[in-house]
């Protein structure tokens, strides 16, 4: 048995396939990118907390002086430049930065993170530190810190560090 239709009605069947086809197309297009959009949107967002949390506990891990926290929030080939000195990596930045300086006696922080920006793969921030030094009351520093961060194997790590500090009452 066959099934004949006439010439007008294959075109008008045909006709109707195409705009619905293109319609579907096009919804199916605008959804995509909506979705591909709040993904692109919520992964940013995400990677903000992730860059301010970083940086957050990076502080309080300095004024823990707990290095091996700190290490783990920092790149291998970080560069570290405070008041006109320079560290490469982190071995040089631990050895010949930190664990000299956390012998010293203790202080108090006080650390406002004021800006961070974030893309897909890198991040900067900076932040505000307040530091009274126990052994001279009166001495309260005020501490810049900037950072930039980039993604290491889907984490963030902290590829380099200035401090710039203003002493006032010394």
Known sequence: MSLTLPVRSLKTFRNRMENGMGKRVGLTLLVLLCCVGLRAFA???????????????????????DIATVGSFVSPH????????????????????????FKHAGSQYSTTLIKVD???????????????????????????????????????KIVALTWSVRRTNE
């Not at 071995?91 to 000299?100: E, K, S």
């Open 118 to 156: 974030v893309s897909p793969a890198m991040a900067w921030g900076y932040s505000s530190m307040k530091r009274v030094q126990l052994q001279n009351k009166n001495a309260e520093p005020d501490v810049w810190t900037s950072y930039i961060l980039r993604k290491e194997d889907g984490k963030w």
């Open 78 to 101: 970080i560069v570290v430049f405070e008041n006109g000195y320079r560290n490469d990596g982190w071995q040089d930045f631990r050895d010949n930065h930190l664990i000299p300086e």
């Open 43 to 65: 992964q940013t967002d995400s990677d903000e907390t992730q860059v301010r949390k970083l940086i957050n506990e990076f502080e309080s891990a300095l004024a823990r002086k």
